[in-house]
């Protein structure tokens, strides 16, 4: 068989999440998978090495517009003109003006939902705002012409069920994420040392993965922060990734503590090469979020042998396990209390570093590919029939 997967950030140089799970599931596809053919459908952009091609996998770099117009055009006509027997949509939405066989990925459908994110009227950028305007708008009709959606999480699968009221739910899978090989815990001084050195790193911090989505609860977990330092006479520095300074700004003005600025550290973009350093120096990893469908980032700081306060809602739990230390998002009170626990209770951190490792070897690319590609042969066999 001959299987299209769009790709279309995957050539970006600053990749994120979705981009990382499509590029994981390629190169682990690569792997597994030497008897049937691929084509990978990318937008041509700076980070062409991200992705080679192999005996039985192709790449095709495709201009093509904006993305809707990429995605409802351009793809769907190049998939059949490579003669492809399905094509997979690996980002949330899908071609739905075209007879091909479609396989979805929708990682979560928060934007559908009328959650607490809206009722605390959190914003996110005009560019995640214009993204989820296009997701409402799509994915109701993606859900039906899909031939398979697969999703990350039970929390996630049921959650879809129940939105989209389906009776039969066989043609919607949750198959897990997956974490890096590459995250362990780093000792080596010499790499700690060009990483920490790169990107300006303090002695002693906390690390938090917020951003401007809402769901990631920058706002109360800097509230937390700011309530830990009030009561502590700790020196712990907060180490944030790619966050907007006039933004970050704001929030501390609206929590009322404007001088938290002078503790928090914005690192810019960070390679993912290089996230397992930062883990490794660490003193506890921050994951709060008010809403995920998965929450790799949890598994990535388990990976490196780092204690993590993660929430008690949505698919957390469930990919924590009991390996987490558990706050209601919506409480920054218990973040903070989190924080005071396992940096006062060293047997307590000890017990958490230790059920992350082994919570965190659970999850693998490998047998994220193996599923998918199961679900592929399943849906050739139907098409065949």
């Given at each position: ?77 190049a998939a059949k003109a490579h003669g492809c027997d399905m094509l997979h949509c690996t980002s949330n939405t899908a071609p739905i003006f075209t007879d091909m066989p479609i396989v979805t990925t929708l990682h979560d459908i928060i934007y559908l939902e009328k959650s607490y994110l809206q009722i605390l009227k959190s914003r996110g950028t005009l560019y995640q705002n214009i993204g989820n305007v296009y997701r ?250």
């Amino acid at each position: 068989m001959k299987i299209g997967i769009e790709g279309q950030r995957l050539f970006r140089v600053k990749k994120h999440g979705m981009d990382m799970v499509a590029l994981e599931l390629i190169n682990n596809l690569q792997e597994i998978d030497k008897e049937n053919e691929y084509v990978i459908f990318v937008k041509p952009d700076e980070d062409s090495s991200a992705l080679k091609e192999t005996d039985n996998f192709k790449i095709v770099e495709l201009s093509g517009g904006i993305y809707p117009v990429w995605e409802q055009f351009a793809l769907p006509k190049a998939a059949k003109a490579h003669g492809c027997d399905m094509l997979h949509c690996t980002s949330n939405t899908a071609p739905i003006f075209t007879d091909m066989p479609i396989v979805t990925t929708l990682h979560d459908i928060i934007y559908l939902e009328k959650s607490y994110l809206q009722i605390l009227k959190s914003r996110g950028t005009l560019y995640q705002n214009i993204g989820n305007v296009y997701r409402k708008m799509i994915v109701p009709s993606v859900m039906q012409r899909s031939k398979i959606v697969i999703t990350v999480s039970k929390y996630e699968k049921n959650r879809i069920a129940e939105f989209f009221a389906l009776k039969d739910d066989k043609k919607l899978s949750a198959v897990y994420n997956g974490v890096g090989s590459h995250f362990e815990p780093i000792s080596d001084s010499s790499v700690l040392s060009k990483v920490k050195e790169k990107y300006k790193l303090p002695d002693r911090f906390f690390f938090f993965l917020g951003n401007t989505a809402p769901k990631k609860n920058t706002r109360g977990t800097l509230k937390a922060y700011s309530d830990f330092l009030k009561n502590s006479s700790s020196d712990c520095k907060l180490v944030m990734l790619d966050y907007d300074m006039a933004e970050l700004k704001k929030i501390l003005e609206d929590i009322g503590d404007p001088e938290l600025i002078n503790h928090i550290i914005l690192t810019g973009y960070v390679k993912n090469t290089d996230l397992p350093a930062i883990y490794s120096l660490c003193e506890i990893f921050l994951y709060p979020s008010l809403r995920e469908s998965f929450g790799i980032p949890i598994l990535e700081a388990m990976s490196c042998g780092v204690p993590v306060i993660t929430a008690n809602t949505s698919s957390m739990p469930e990919v924590s396990g009991n390996a987490a230390h558990l706050v209601d998002p919506f409480k920054p009170e218990e973040i903070t209390q989190g924080i005071e626990k396992i940096l006062e209770n060293k047997d307590y951190k000890e017990e958490l570093v230790e059920k992350g490792l082994v919570q965190a070897k659970k999850f693998s690319w490998h047998a994220m590919a193996e599923q998918v590609l199961e679900l592929y042969k399943g849906l050739y066999k139907e098409l065949k029939s």
